[in-house]
């Protein structure tokens, strides 16, 4: 890794900002997302060192706030929705498509860093259902055929 990217990753300056006390954990990990783009393995073990609580509770607090990310985000976001008027269009279709068609399951990220891939519940524009958003990118009324091709021009 170059020196850039260690100090890209380096958390100490954001930990040194806070008093070593278990009740900044959540501060502390909101300011390690904004500037990692998530919570990655080595801040939260350097985090637990920090505040002299074990990793796990770590994981177990973050998990409750879905505001958090462990996986580090892909160069592409695919997100699929899956609210109610998404799902009675085929949205569970289209993400078991995404699915077979990344090799992940929510949540993760390919291996070439490609895509990440969410579920959500609502992308605000119900009439238009199945829609799926990738980057910034709305795609409504989408296809299992459609939406390879649309994947694919994202690189
Ligand atoms: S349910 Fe999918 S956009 Fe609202």
Known sequence: MGKRGAKKKDISNIL???RDDEGNLIPILQK???KLGFISEDSVRQTARYL?????????????????RFNEPGRNSIKVCLGTACHVQGGQILSEAVE????ILPGQTTEDMRYDYEQVACLGCCALA???QINDDIYSRMT???L????????
């Open 16 to 18: 040194s900002g806070f």
């Open 32 to 34: 390690i997302q904004k």
């Open 52 to 68: 002299r609580i074990s990793e796990n509770q770590i994981f177990g607090v973050a998990s409750f706030y879905s505001q958090f």
């Open 100 to 103: 077979r068609d990344l090799g």
């Open 130 to 132: 199945p829609v799926i």
């Open 144 to 146: 299992v055929i459609r």
């Open 148 to 155: 390879k091709e649309t994947m694919d021009k994202y690189e």
